[in-house]
């Protein structure tokens, strides 16, 4: 475990991060509305690059200083500690896109999945309607490769645009695996101190996975995506479809990570918290959803504490009764689960 950065290295490096351009830096920064559980306490350092270069000049100056972060795209999918973290690195001002070709774009990782899916829609092109009603950005989406039942947001992806201290570079689809949750990237040029082989970054989004450590920190920058020309109706209704399932089965209204944990290959994680008995079950402020079992809301002011305990009594429930151990899809930072 690192000692915790003293408060002069903080304003140090606060004041060297105003000094580059295109880039927002915030101190003591509450970051609980930055996440859809709308949970956790302040940033001592909350940083957003609003282009790549103002990145990759915050990344090395981070590095310089051995200074550990976190990664924010849009929050949807991460438990923050009530007491806070150190240093945040928002991707959200990264929000770029531009067309390349027909079907064909180029986006920032703090672009939202919302505006893609819309972009979609007002363009005609099929491809992204799975991803309707998913929050968060396109970095966070393809960093755990997320998705629905018929589509996950690797089967878009032509490139990605990895940074790091060093800079930036595309790598190809080629180069990355993706799978269930699961983005693996092959990268020969990166300089891993973590990686044996030297030749394999891992950016699993797994239980306990934590390879993006400090000073290692790989950051997905952007992507290329690819499209398919259809109708604007066409997809338009097929997104109203996805959108009002999730609506019936999803509890939307409330405050959540959407899903806490992985479906395991056997059964759905929801429908094995459901068959435990544990719809409803309650930590404080916390409650597993009675729309969805596989959701833990935020039902009156929950603190991260509450959602974690939440956490581990349904999984200890679930394993006293199936012999199943769920493996959380949520991240957290500052917590452990
Ligand atoms: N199917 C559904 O209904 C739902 C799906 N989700 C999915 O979860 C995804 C989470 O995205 P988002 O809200 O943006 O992410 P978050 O802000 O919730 O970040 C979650 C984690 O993703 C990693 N991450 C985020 N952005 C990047 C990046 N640019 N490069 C590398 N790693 C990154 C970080 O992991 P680390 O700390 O390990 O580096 C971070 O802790 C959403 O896009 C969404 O699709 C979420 C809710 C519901
Ligand atoms: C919400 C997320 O993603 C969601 C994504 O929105 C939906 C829709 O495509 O499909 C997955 O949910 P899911 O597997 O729970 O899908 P659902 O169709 O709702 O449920 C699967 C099965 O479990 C049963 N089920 C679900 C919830 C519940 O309380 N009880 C229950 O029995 C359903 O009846 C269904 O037979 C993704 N979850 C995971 C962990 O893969 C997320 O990643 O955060």
């Given at each position: 475990m690192n000692k915790r950065p003293s408060r002069q290295l903080f304003e140090k490096i606060y004041t060297q991060l105003k000094g580059i351009p295109d880039i927002w830096v915030k101190r003591d920064s509450n970051l609980s509305s930055l996440t859809t559980f709308k949970i956790g306490g302040d940033a001592r350092l909350w940083i957003a690059p609003l282009s790549v270069d103002a990145l990759v000049s915050c990344l090395g100056l981070l590095k310089d200083n051995e200074i550990d972060f976190h990664i924010l795209g849009g929050g949807s999918n991460v438990i923050i500690s009530d007491h806070g973290v150190d240093c945040v690195l928002d991707?959200?001002?990264?929000?770029w896109i531009k067309s390349i070709g027909e079907g064909q774009y180029e986006v920032g990782?703090?672009?939202s999945l919302k505006r893609l899916v819309a972009l979609s829609v007002k363009n005609g092109l099929?491809?992204?309607?799975?991803?309707?009603g998913i929050p968060g950005s396109v970095g966070g989406a393809i960093a755990m490769n997320a998705g629905g039942k018929n589509v996950a947001i690797g089967d878009l992806v032509t490139h990605l645009l990895i940074a790091d201290s060093g800079g930036t570079r595309w790598i190809p689809r080629e180069k990355v695996q993706f799978g269930y949750r699961k983005c693996v990237i092959e990268d020969r040029s990166f300089n891993s101190t973590l990686n044996t082989q030297n030749s394999k970054l891992l950016m699993e989004r797994?239980?306990?996975?934590?390879?993006?450590t400090q000073n290692s920190k790989l950051i997905i920058a952007g992507a290329r995506i690819s499209l398919q020309k259809s109708r604007e109706r066409i997809v338009r209704d097929y997104v109203l479809s996805i959108m009002d399932r999730r609506k019936k089965t999803q509890p939307l209204g409330k405050p959540s990570a959407g899903c806490i944990f992985k479906n395991p290959r056997s059964t759905p994680a929801g429908k094995l918290i459901e068959m435990a008995g544990l719809k409803g079950m309650q930590c404080g402020g916390a409650a597993v959803s009675v729309?969805?079992?596989n959701f833990i809301v935020n039902?009156?002011?929950?603190r991260a504490q509450d959602v974690v305990d939440l956490i581990k009594r349904v999984r200890e429930k679930v394993f006293e009764n199936f012999n199943v151990l769920l493996e959380p899809e949520v991240k957290t930072m500052g917590v452990s689960l």
């Open positions: 991707t959200r001002g990264l929000a990782a703090g672009f099929s491809g992204c309607e799975g991803l309707a797994s239980f306990n996975s934590t390879l993006n729309k969805h079992a039902l009156d002011r929950a």
